[in-house]
Nanobody, 127 residues
Framework: QVQLVESGGGLVQAGGSLRLSCAIS????????MGWFRQAPGKERDFVAA????????YYADSVKGRFTISRDNAKNTVYLQMNSLKPEDTAVYYC????????????????????WGQGIQVTVSS
């Protein structure tokens, strides 16, 4: 059974940093794209960042470009999201996701791309 468990969330002041981790168990995903999404209260879940199956290419929402960095450690079966210069509008529940199909980098910005999801972790940025 595949499980994704996020950690590293919490409360931070505007301008601060957090590093989210997503540990994956039950299967290895060394050739699979991974992503992060977030959902603010009363809003739909939105794309934040993705990393290609090879790890060579990253993709970001315009709202986080230059502030957030996605990375992966295949040896640890873990994907990370480094968040710097946080803003109150970054407050949301953050979800990691993995594509069950290997060697595919299409449609990384869409929820339907991903087959496995974490339970979500709260990030709150105070002004």
């Amino acid at each position: 059974q595949v499980q994704l468990v996020e950690s590293g969330g919490g409360l931070v002041q505007a301008g601060g940093s957090l590093r989210l981790s997503c540990a994956i168990s039950g299967r290895t995903f060394t050739k699979n794209a991974m992503g992060w999404f977030r959902q603010a209260p009363g809003k739909e879940r939105d794309f934040v960042a993705a990393i290609s199956w090879s790890g060579s290419t990253t993709y970001y929402a315009d709202s986080v470009k230059g502030r957030f960095t996605i990375s992966r450690d295949n040896a640890k079966n873990t994907v990370y999201l480094q968040m710097n210069s946080l803003k109150p509008e970054d407050t949301a529940v953050y979800y990691c996701a993995v594509d069950g199909q290997s060697y595919s980098d299409s449609n990384l910005r869409y929820e339907t791309k991903y087959d496995y999801w974490g339970q979500g972790i709260q990030v709150t940025v105070s002004s």
